[in-house]
Nanobody
């Protein structure tokens, strides 16, 4: 099993940047497909970025060109670099790990506790 803990959230102004981290323990991130999800108040959870075990990435259209997902296998950490932040990026951000890159959120086996990102003008 892998345990995940996010950090790096906070308050930022529109147009600013943040980097989220997801520290893994108990197993290595290189073994898993990893993803970032977010959920804004009153909205469904959205999968925003995915990185597979080979380093292949994919993004939701809403963040493409602004967010970059990466992982450091030596540090056993997943990252989400967020740039040009907008108010609609305000959400709780969670990282997840799975034995496969699943299409359904409920299939992802391991989740962190989340970190809050608030973007204001």
């Amino acid at each position: 099993q892998v345990q995940l803990m996010e950090s790096g959230g906070g308050s930022v102004q529109t147009g600013g940047s943040l980097r989220l981290s997801c520290d893994a323990s108990g197993s290595t991130v290189s073994r898993y497909c990893m993803a970032w999800f977010r959920q804004a108040p009153g909205q469904e959870r959205e999968q925003v970025a995915t990185i597979d075990s080979n380093g292949g990435t994919s993004y939701a259209d809403s963040v493409k060109g602004r967010f970059t997902v990466s992982k450091d296998n030596a540090e056993n950490t997943l990252y989400l670099q967020m740039r040009s932040l907008m108010a609609e990026d305000t959400a709780m951000y969670d990282c997840a790990a799975g034995h496969s890159c699943y299409n359904y959120q409920t299939s992802w086996e391991f989740w962190g506790q989340g970190t809050l990102v608030a973007v204001s003008s």
